[in-house]
């Protein structure tokens, strides 16, 4: 048996406000305040559709290389769930906004081309919070109504490192275009994994468990497997595979069901009477193609010309605002070699610490660029700059003010370096005894000395010349 994966994507588009009214879409507000009569349902309050979330999601499209329909139509899709004050969610079934498309994930021995079946819009539930303690569950709808484009793909996948090579070439692409803020804990980017086994080599699909809610790429790796683990020894024993909807538990890295499986006709879809239909024309889709930027393997292939590791360029197309950041960092110092150590060494782990956007971040470009003209003209050395980026990076202070204040400003007068070079030569005897015997290797414990002396400030060239005038250099051998 072989296993075939298809995935349905939601991501949130990067929009101000939410998909059929004004309120904004912002997280992290207190519950109920960003809502409205539309958004929460009230009878007679009629949707407004928002132009923007319908250009991300067409310039989503062209980027995946679909066909974005000229009409499109919006549908009810009926379910009861608490979060839903509509009884309904408005979504596209037939036409969608963009069909086709795909998008290619390397494998071993090649590239395997993932086609895409649709990309629709929607607006997104509420959010139901478990109160334990209380033994009750609270709705804040402050997410209703937020919009989303949902991407469906074809059962092209065969392994859960596919499915996840996918997502994150996916998510990557979606953040890089800003289409979608695209954060993982917010749940801005999550997908349902639908999993089957079938013959190798066979046409026909086997049954499908579709898992829901996953917003981890590791998540969805380890659901997979288990999945697949699951429905091959149901096979086995000659055990029937059910169509279900599955929860994946993260403890226990195990699926369980939460209900049968629903098909199209179970949520009644018919046309939204509220919303016309959708009208892109020629026009306005050739105006979209003409604000894509390059490709993101364009993007890779620029930044590695300009001497950053792989590494360093998919930290900057893989974080949110990161790109933005080191342009307007290298516009005002230009080594992008460099620019790009400090936001890998630096600035990205301090915004992952505070979890904060690279584009929140309080030490803003300018103050980056500095600290790096700082340390290519020896005034501060890395030490010191370790010692001090966290105060620098929460205050967003000038460097060099920051660094005279704490004394880390790097000491390269001869005599202060000359008079720590002798104290640390007559504080350790026998290490410099093993150095004048021919042990070099020694210089370096011995600049180490001076350097912790120093607290990081003395610059390291200036003290391995002020070393060997108070030591004196090995014996020949």
């Known amino acids: ?13 990067k929009t101000r406000t939410k998909l059929f ?21 009230q009878p007679g309050a009629l949707p407004r559709m928002n132009g923007r979330a ?3 999601a067409a310039k989503a499209g062209l980027a995946l290389g679909c066909r974005v329909n000229n009409r499109s139509l919006f ?8 979060d839903l004050p509509n009884g309904f969610q408005t979504s596209q079934l037939d036409p969608p906004i963009c069909s086709g498309g795909g998008l290619d994930i390397e494998v071993p021995g090649g590239v395997k081309t993932v086609r895409l079946n649709r990309i629709h819009l929607e607006d997104d539930a509420g959010k139901c919070v478990h109160d334990e303690r209380r033994g009750r569950t609270l709705v804040d709808l402050n997410r209703a109504g937020t919009p989303l484009v949902e ?15 996918f997502l994150k070439k996916l998510h990557a692409l979606l953040v890089f275009l800003e289409v979608t803020e695209g954060r993982l804990e917010e749940g801005e980017f999550r997908c349902d994994v639908n999993v089957s086994l079938k013959p ?5 699909l086997g049954v499908r468990g579709e898992i829901k809610n996953l917003n981890s790429f590791r998540h969805v790796g380890k659901a997979v497997e288990y999945e697949v683990m699951r429905q091959t020894a149901l096979y086995e024993k000659n055990e029937p595979v059910l169509q279900e909807t599955l929860h994946f538990d993260p403890v226990r890295l195990e699926t369980r069901t939460l209900r049968t499986k629903e098909e199209a006709h179970d949520y009644r879809y018919f046309p939204q009477p509220d919303l016309p239909p959708v009208w892109v024309g020629p026009e306005i889709v050739e105006a979209i193609r003409l604000t894509l930027p390059g490709t993101v ?8 010309g300009l001497g950053l590791r792989d590494e360093q360029a998919a930290l900057l197309l893989d974080r949110r605002g990161a790109l933005e950041y080191f342009e307007k960092t290298t516009a005002l110092f230009p080594d992008p070699g460099k620019a790009a150590s400090l936001m890998e060494e630096f600035l990205l782990p301090a915004c992952l610490k505070e979890d904060l956007a690279v584009a929140d971040s309080p030490l803003a470009p300018e103050g980056l660029a500095r600290l790096g003209e700082l340390l290519d003209k020896g005034v501060l050395g890395r030490r010191a700059v370790q010692e001090m980026f966290g105060e620098l990076f929460a205050s967003g202070r000038d460097p060099e003010e920051l660094a005279r204040e704490k004394n880390l400003l790097l000491v390269t007068d001869r005599g202060a370096l000359s008079a720590m070079a002798v104290e640390v030569v007559a504080a350790h005897p026998e290490e410099v005894a093993k150095y004048r015997s021919g042990q070099e290797k020694i210089m370096g414990f011995l600049v180490g000395q001076v350097m ?10 200036g003290v391995a010349r002020a070393l060997l005038e108070a030591v004196g250099r090995p014996e020949e051998n």
């Open 75 to 82: 549908s009810r899709k009926n379910y009861f769930y608490p």
């Open 1 to 13: 048996m072989e296993p075939v994966i298809g995935l349905e994507i939601h991501a949130q588009l």
């Open 21 to 41: 009214c004004s309120c904004p879409t912002e997280p992290g507000a207190e519950p109920n305040t960003l809502i409205c009569e539309v958004c929460t349902g």
């Open 54 to 56: 319908l250009e991300l």
């Open 151 to 165: 991407i469906v793909t074809e059962p092209d996948l065969s392994s859960a490192g596919e499915a996840v090579d």
């Open 452 to 461: 912790r002396k120093s607290r990081g400030a003395a610059d390291p060239k």
């Open 297 to 304: 393997e364009e993007t890779r292939d620029r930044l590695t």
């Open 200 to 204: 190798v080599g066979a046409r026909e």
